[in-house]
């Protein structure tokens, strides 16, 4: 893959609005280690159950803090550490791939609250898109939430990649089938139209879908594995949703498309270089081993997660789990500690079940202990710096998103497929 990906945007919006702060000095980051006095200070993993409790009054936090008049809500992504901690700097936009991780986790859980909650964030997705000044379906990269509190809209990411579009898709299509209210399947179709109309790429094999499109309009002519992991996700709950095989024939496109990326080893490359059919061999990202097997099912993807869990997993003091990419794994990455437990959870091999557990026990002893947590969020990284291998840096703050997918893996609920009925 070349260019931004949706993985990488967030990260260079914020570098580059804070370059200059950073320049003359960040204040020290704020601990939330555990004190002497704390009964819980040990070695030992928090209880899973109050666990997943403290994590969704993160969300509920985060979600009731940005709201307008008629009950619109968007939570800020990141907060805490390098997004936080300079004295005159508070980052607080909202990036709806982040957006659609919460949605999706509060359908999984299911309670009456968690769905109005997610209903809140579902029609701040839909009045963003209705609000958008092209009006063509698309969402963007990231709103601020101080806008939309105002009930404005206001764009601090204008880029349109596309595996955000399929993301927030997947949102509205579990809205969809958890309330049975048309308006979030229609706003799916348009993004899926959008989608569709704007990035398919019949023309240059592998046949798949490319990277979306810049503020100016440009096309990313790359095409991304895991964009296309997102689309075969999102398309497939479609063609279940609406009953036109159109969709599955789609989804097929994206689906052949990851399978072209996997190598004779067994890993997933990231997806092709501008000439969107030479393979793009470095980095190799986390996300294009366990979203492929998470979104397709295939069992042609067990080979990439074993790469995986012999390539890509860190340690960092007291936490272990996977990083980013092979650029770097001296730090591990929490979200993607969620996504690749879960995806072994789902794979139910031998071992795969101590594996995932103790992914998550990893990630729970960073909810308690991690700099810049809050005992209850899950902060993206274990230490601050992490290379992405795509130009940006990680941090240690805490993230909506990372918080999304420990509760997705800690129930088995796989973001890429509706829940059965």
Avoid at 266 to 294: I, K, R
Avoid at 303 to 321: E, S
Avoid at 342 to 364: C, M, Q, T, Y
Wanted: contains cysteine; proline residues 5%; glycine residues 10%.
């Amino acid at each position: 893959m070349s260019g931004p990906s949706r993985r990488s945007a967030p990260w260079m919006i914020a570098a580059a609005l804070v370059a200059a702060a950073l320049v003359a000095g960040a204040a020290t980051a704020a601990s939330g280690d555990a004190t002497p006095d704390d009964p819980t200070a040990s070695g030992a993993a928090p209880d899973p159950t109050l666990s997943v409790s403290m994590a969704y009054e993160f969300l509920d936090a985060r979600v009731d803090e940005f709201c307008d008049g008629d009950g619109r809500c968007l939570p800020r992504s990141y907060q805490g550490g390098f997004f936080t901690d300079l004295p005159t700097w508070d980052f607080t936009p909202s990036f709806v791939y982040d957006d659609a991780l919460v949605i999706i986790a509060y359908t999984a859980r299911g309670l009456p609250d968690d769905l109005r909650r997610a209903q809140a964030v579902g029609d701040t997705l839909l009045f963003v898109q209705d609000e958008d000044p092209i009006g063509d379906g698309r969402v963007r990269t990231s709103y601020e939430p101080h806008g939309i509190r105002q009930g404005r809209v206001e764009i601090t990411g204008p880029g349109t990649f596309t595996g955000n579009q399929a993301w927030t898709g997947m949102a509205l299509t579990r809205l969809f089938h958890a309330t049975g209210e048309q308006k979030y399947l229609d706003g799916a179709v348009r993004i899926a139209q959008w989608i569709q109309a704007n990035t398919a790429d019949m023309a240059r094999a592998p046949y798949g879908y490319t990277g979306g499109q810049l503020e100016d309009g440009t096309s990313l002519v790359w095409k991304s594995t895991e964009h296309n992991s997102d689309i075969a996700g999102f398309f497939t709950q479609l063609a279940q949703l609406t009953g036109d095989s159109v969709w599955a024939d789609r989804a097929a496109v994206a689906t052949d498309f990851v399978a072209a990326m996997q190598s004779a080893d067994g890993h997933v490359d990231t997806g092709t270089l501008l000439d969107g059919s030479t393979v793009n061999t470095h980095p190799v990202p986390l996300d294009s081993q366990t979203w492929t097997s998470l979104a397709t099912g295939d069992d042609r993807y067990d080979t990439a997660l074993d790469w995986t869990l012999a390539n890509l997993i860190a340690t960092d003091g007291q936490y272990q789990g996977p990083s980013i990419s092979d650029t770097d794994v001296s730090k591990v990455w929490f979200e993607g500690s969620g996504h690749l437990a879960l995806a072994l959870k789902l794979r139910d091999g031998a071992g795969d079940a101590d594996r995932a557990e103790a992914l998550l026990d990893s990630i729970r002893l960073g909810q308690r202990d991690a700099a810049n947590g809050d005992g209850k969020g899950i902060v993206a990284t274990s230490t601050d710096g992490l290379d992405s291998g795509f130009g940006d840096l990680y941090y240690a703050s805490l993230h909506t998103g990372a918080t999304a997918w420990y509760l997705l893996a800690a129930a088995g609920d796989n973001p890429f497929s509706l829940p059965a009925d």
